[in-house]
């Protein structure tokens, strides 16, 4: 799905028309009814608003997503946390949403942080994201690769996986959606992170201006995204 926006600005400090994708990823920005919808999606109108930049919004799958900024046929992707892969092709921008980290399982004695469970039960997130990447650096069984969060809690609820490590707000939509009793659920939260808009760094470099000013713009839009109004 595309989304288009005609609006006008300086060639000096941005393109004729800024090229972002994204992903599916209820609550933070999804489709309805032909239309790319959430607050995620809200920011980043807002942002471009601010700057007066003509833009146009692509949603894919999260990994082709990323692909396409680290291969030049795109200019950034959002929404996204920061990591050291990440930065070696794009560079991140100033905050403009928020997400919350939780390990989600079946039994409440199930020990996510020892050895012993690392060693043995298999643990998954959606592939491509920070928390995949986060796991594997962490030492823990990573081998499936879900692309969506539907996916991700059926391997849970297959019993496929001991655990997955999932965004408190989108696991919780998944949840609601699928229709299952939160008493079979047990979450463990571990972390906060900052959501941002990856530009990859051959797009700084041409437009040298453009980050200080989104970033500017982008603090006093914060207040749209799904961690302000929940």
Not at 5 to 10: G, K, N, Q
Not at 60 to 70: F, G, H, N, S
Not at 112 to 120: A, D, P, R, T, Y
């Amino acid at each position: 799905m595309v989304m288009f926006s005609s609006l006008r600005v300086s060639a000096d400090t941005g393109p004729e028309r800024l090229l972002l994708t994204t992903q599916e990823w209820f609550p933070y920005q999804y489709q309805e009814e032909g239309e790319m919808k959430g607050p995620g999606v809200e920011s980043i109108k807002c942002v471009m608003k601010a700057l007066k930049q003509p833009y146009q919004l692509t949603m894919t799958k999260w990994d082709k997503a990323q692909l396409m900024v680290e291969v030049g046929s795109q200019h950034g992707f959002f929404l996204a946390s920061q990591n050291a892969i990440r930065d070696t092709y794009a560079v991140f921008s100033a905050p403009i949403d928020e997400q919350k980290w939780s390990w989600v399982f079946l039994s409440d004695a199930t020990d996510v942080g020892s050895e012993k469970f690392k060693e043995h039960v298999e643990v998954a997130a959606l592939f491509g994201s920070n928390k995949w990447f986060w796991l594997h650096k962490q030492g823990y069984r990573v081998e499936r690769k879900p692309r969506s969060p539907d996916a991700l809690l059926e391997l849970l609820l297959n019993g496929e996986v001991g655990a997955i490590l999932a965004n408190d707000a989108v696991i919780d939509e998944t949840i609601k959606k699928q229709g299952v009793s939160y008493r079979a659920i047990s979450k463990k939260r571990i972390k906060s992170n900052p959501l941002g808009v990856y530009f990859s760094r051959n797009f700084v470099e041409k437009y040298p201006q453009f980050m200080d000013s989104f970033n500017s713009s982008a603090k006093k839009c914060t207040g749209r995204g799904y961690a302000a109004i929940n």
